[in-house]
């Protein structure tokens, strides 16, 4: 199991497995977090505590919820709004940096072409 906190610890994340790859993209959100997004199943994700412990930030086609800690600020993970759907991303930059280290960078144009830059 591994975790993955935000800066103050009121939100922690347990996820099953380190990322092989995480996705740096350039969308207007992603690029203002500085996130890594690591992805998995929400099936496979604990976040604790899940209720309370952030606020919600929704854009656009308001299809996904962006989390972030309501005491340190920082964006934690995104989940899908459609709760039947089997993915979401958690900010990888929360975990400790020897996890991160082995992960590929996979950099995405999420601003103009919606495509992976590295492939």
Known sequence: M???TCHCGAVRIEVPSAPEAVKECNCSICR?????????????VRVIPESGATDIYMWGDREIEFHRCK??????HWSPVDKSLDRMGVNARLMAPEVLAAARVRRFDGADT????DD
Do not use: H, M, Q
Not at 32 to 44: C, E, I, N, Q, V
């Open 2 to 4: 591994i975790e993955a």
């Open 32 to 44: 203002r977090t500085g996130a890594l997004l690591a992805y998995y199943s929400p099936k496979d």
């Open 114 to 117: 919606w495509t992976f830059l």
């Open 71 to 76: 005491v340190c600020g920082n964006f934690t």
